[in-house]
């Protein structure tokens, strides 16, 4: 067995002690079977990657895996494949659209009743505040609105503290790294999900300035995960179709399919969410992929509207024709002049000053408050009820500054408003008055969106309501963003984007040919350009709930002013998180420095290979002292006129061959014994981690001594690179096929047939300047 490699989940052995590393390389470094010397890879080089092999999932590290987006072609692949029938294919692409046609129709549901749990509650809240208000208990009112918000907020930390920390925050860095290849521990688990729903609930009823659209992305993500796994030998759900299903690959495009739902669930907007699956979310696309998102989200978007028209009469409790965020501003005339074109370039300005500042402060927050939630889940309870008492404090208290204003004459809707929304809330006013600010800080989130695009009534709001406004939105989303409950950034975005864009609209007034209403529409597309880095999908996003197409040139247009300048400052918010919680993501494009080196410069070691007939002993020594994944095959002599790269076989393979105990007592191919005793779903991946692990190998002494065939396992067509290609195109390939491990073969002849093994940490610019820190100024 041959030596030098580093691998994507560890270290390289760097776990051993010595003692343990010197025996194994006893063990290894031996003398063939055909009597050749077997010298280790790289001897010169014991370079070990240390780098990113852990990441932050809730307010816990844990070790992070790379996913198998690759198809194994081993023999047992392809005797399947040929054994495959036309009807078993078409089963396969029949339960293929099956599984996300359910993914749409679960997201639906899911999206809708989580709707109508946050319009009841937050309902039954504003109610009893404004019934205490109008009696003039104005210290019980506070004491009711404080109280509920509270005991909303702990429950929704609870949840996620003690049962899924995962949970936690939007959801969308996890989905979008694991999209990228990248596993970590429960992000997608079903403990996840259900913590996610009633998380969210609790939490945008709890009145955090927070929204649910981040978490169902996520949401839709775990519910296409729970229903691409594949059936469970646990509990004997093992339906033959199911099993064509046990793959990354295609659980990959299940959660794309998913995460699209999800968006198309909770802004009803379906071409919306096929836009930001490509554009934000997934690392691979293809235009079967483009197919599948785009009927899940129609499905999606049918249930939510046959649900909405049941709803109308008044059959779901509070939530009447609201709570799905549609922002109808159609009736506005959206004929502009050089006025409106001047403020909108100041809008997309502004929008990315603000944007950048935000997500600056956002990552400072975030990186406080670990410190805190390391600490355990009380403290995470703790920050969560101490963020509720300040919101309920500045949702009740900044009102009191804005001064009373009478009731337009000729509305069509009452004022001051009865009930829990409206635009005209009474608050501390007399008969016939209204105070503004109350409108917008005592209302569900959705709900202060929708007045902020009103345009019935220009002067609704005073500027000086709209600057209290959008300074406690502001500041409020960012220190509640990062607390121990579900959490999304689009709603906060929207309110304090929508927030200065009306300031812009009341100030030019009659200058502007558009009124109030698009302002605040133009002023939100500014924040999250500026805070999100994407144009394409938040613009159709838009379209798609204001229902006002004649806005496309304006906000196109905002959206790119806002996003250029954002992008001279720094990254987007969730490309911010991603790289905050350590999680190894691979960009699209390579660093410039990465062309001042070549793959073999940065290839780590120790590498431990097999020979195609190896002996039990040096395999079991191989998995008990390292967590590679992935080993090198190489055949030699007599199996082979020279030393030659049979191919790469993985680890999870290893477990289930010598659990199978198909040995020989001599160094014989056995091949054909093994292809007769497998099947190829026997080396399929299970769901949730729940495989074979090396623990579960029982091995007696006699069995070591024996030997095993890895030929009919092993991946004959791995994916390879010569040692001088440069280390950008390296990287580049890497992602773009969505790889685990890349070969990297030698370019002369006359040496071992492999030179290492490059993998997702080997990419890492900890790893790399690690290496060669003089490349750290051009970096």
Not at 82 to 110: A, C, D, E, M, N
Not at 340 to 345: C, E, K, N, S, Y
Request: with cysteine; proline share 4%.
């Amino acid at each position: 067995m041959m030596e030098n490699q580093v691998d994507i989940e560890n270290d390289g052995g760097g776990g051993m002690i010595d003692e343990e590393k010197l025996d194994l390389e006893r063990n290894f470094s031996t003398i063939s079977e055909s009597g050749s010397v077997r010298e280790p890879l790289l001897k010169s080089k014991s370079r070990v990657n240390n780098t990113s092999q852990i990441a932050i999932v809730g307010a816990n590290v844990y070790p992070i895996e790379s996913l198998d987006y690759e198809i194994v072609e081993n023999d047992l692949f392809k005797q399947d494949w040929r054994s495959r029938k036309k009807v078993q294919i078409f089963q396969y692409i029949f339960l293929k659209w099956t599984l996300v046609l359910l993914i749409g129709l679960s997201t639906g549901l899911v999206g809708f009743f989580s709707n109508i749990g946050v319009e009841n509650i937050a309902g039954f809240k504003l109610l009893l505040t404004n019934n205490l208000m109008l009696e003039k208990k104005y210290f019980q009112a506070f004491a009711a609105l404080a109280g509920c918000n509270v005991v909303l907020a702990t429950c929704a930390a609870a949840l996620c503290a003690l049962i899924a920390p995962a949970a936690a925050g939007s959801g969308i860095p996890e989905v979008k790294a694991y999209l990228n290849g990248i596993d970590a521990h429960s992000i997608l688990a079903p403990s996840t999900l259900l913590v996610k729903i009633f998380g969210s609930i609790l939490g945008v009823s709890a009145g955090f300035v927070v929204g649910k659209e981040g978490p169902m992305v996520h949401t839709g993500a775990c519910i296409a995960n729970l229903l691409g796994q594949g059936g469970s030998r646990k509990y004997h759900l093992t339906w033959r179709w199911l099993k064509y299903f046990k793959n990354d690959r295609d659980r990959r495009d299940l959660i794309t399919c998913g995460a699209a739902a999800g968006v198309a669930a909770a802004f009803r907007a379906p071409v919306g969410g096929v836009l930001f699956a490509l554009e934000e979310i997934a690392s691979w696309w293809r235009s079967a992929l483009l197919w599948r998102t785009f009927f899940t989200t129609a499905i999606v978007a049918m249930v939510l509207r046959s649900l909405i028209q049941f709803c109308r009469g008044g059959n779901c409790g509070l939530f009447g024709e609201g709570g799905l965020i549609m922002f109808d501003v159609n009736s506005g005339v959206s004929n502009y002049n050089t006025v409106d074109v001047l403020a909108l370039i100041l809008i997309g300005v502004l929008g990315g000053l603000l944007g950048s500042l935000y997500n600056y402060l956002v990552d400072k927050v975030l990186r406080t408050y670990a410190v805190i939630n390391e600490r355990g889940p009380a403290f995470k309870i703790l920050l969560v009820m101490s963020v509720s008492i300040l919101t309920s404090c500045c949702s009740y208290g900044l009102p009191w500054l804005a001064r009373c204003i009478p009731c337009p004459v000729g509305l069509e809707e009452k004022c001051p408003t009865i009930g829990r929304s409206g635009n005209y809330k009474n608050f501390q006013c007399p008969p016939g008055h209204y105070n503004d600010l109350a409108s917008l800080f005592l209302n569900t989130n959705d709900d202060a969106i929708r007045n902020l695009f009103s345009s019935t009534n220009s002067n609704e709001f005073h500027i000086s309501t709209l600057l209290i406004f959008f300074a406690g939105v502001y500041c409020l989303g960012i220190i509640t963003y990062g607390i121990a409950i579900p959490s999304g950034l689009f709603i906060p975005v929207i309110l304090a984007g929508a927030s200065y864009g009306r300031i812009f609209g009341r100030a030019l007034g009659s200058l502007s040919n558009l009124n109030v209403g698009l302002f605040a529409l133009l002023g939100a597309a500014s924040f999250l350009g500026g805070t999100m880095r994407m144009t394409v999908s938040i613009c159709v996003i838009l379209l798609e709930l204001t229902n006002n197409l004649l806005m496309l040139p304006l906000v196109m247009l905002v959206l790119l002013i806002s996003k250029t300048v954002a992008d001279s400052f720094n990254h987007g918010v969730y490309d911010q998180i991603v790289k905050m919680k350590g999680l190894p993501f691979l960009e699209a494009h390579a660093e410039p420095y990465m062309r001042n080196l070549v793959a073999g410069d940065v290839c780590s070691g120790p590498l431990l290979s097999f020979s195609g007939v190896e002996k039990v002993g040096n395999i079991v020594h191989a998995l008990k002292y390292t967590r590679h994944n992935g080993f090198p095959v190489i055949d030699e002599p007599p199996f082979s006129e020279t030393p030659e790269l049979c191919g790469l076989v993985l680890r999870s393979h290893l477990l289930v061959l010598l659990n199978g105990k198909k040995f020989t007592k001599q160094c014989v191919l056995s091949g054909s014994n093994i292809l007769r005793r497998f099947h190829a779903f026997d080396f399929a991946k299970p769901g949730s981690g729940k495989g074979l692990k090396f623990e579960d190998l029982v091995i007696t002494q006699e069995e070591m001594e024996m030997y095993v065939d890895l030929h009919p396992i092993t991946n004959t067509s791995p994916y390879t690179v010569v040692e001088s290609m440069s280390l950008a195109k390296a990287a580049i390939l890497f992602r773009q096929l969505g790889l685990r491990h890349l070969c990297v073969v030698p370019k002369k002849t006359g040496r071992a047939p492999i030179v290492g093994i490059l993998t997702r940490h080997d990419f890492m610019h900890e790893h790399i300047l690690n290496l060669y820190p003089h490349l750290v100024h051009h970096k």
